[in-house]
């Protein structure tokens, strides 16, 4: 196998990354969530956005699924967290997926985001935010 030399020194101190950011963006999921007696029982389309800062130990340096900080986990549980049961508000939905991510190896840093995409026709959704700054 023929590898290629690394390159060291090329990349200006200045232009050194500072954080890693890794990304679930958009997650469509079924959920049945909402207070209103017309939406209980009635799973809406809810779109979760997840971005989790991480150290640069838990961010591959390497081509190696190994090294890699896994994220799949993010979009399996998520889906089982909200296929569990049915939630009143999505702060509470959004609170249980920041505690579950936020318990994970490496993470610096996160922004947790759902929204409603089909509750308002003037509106591209509906939702909330919970981040660590």
């Not at 799973?43 to 699924?65: G, K, M, N, Y």
């Not at 947790?112 to 509906?126: L, Q, W």
């Amino acid at each position: 196998m023929n590898h290629m030399p690394k390159l060291d020194g090329l990349v200006p101190d200045r232009l050194a990354p500072k954080t890693r950011k890794i990304v679930l963006e958009d997650y469509s999921l079924p959920v049945d969530i909402g207070f209103h007696e017309f939406e209980v029982g009635n799973p809406q389309r809810l779109l979760i956005t997840v971005e989790v800062w991480v150290d640069e130990a838990s961010f591959a340096a390497e081509d190696d699924e190994t090294a890699a900080w896994n994220y799949d986990f993010m979009r399996t549980e998520i889906g089982a967290l909200a296929g569990s049961r049915r939630f009143n508000l999505q702060e509470t939905l959004v609170r249980e997926i920041y505690d579950l991510v936020a318990a994970r190896r490496g993470v610096t840093a996160l922004r947790v985001r759902s929204r409603k995409p089909d509750i308002y026709p003037d509106c591209a959704g509906v939702g909330v935010d919970l981040a660590s700054f």
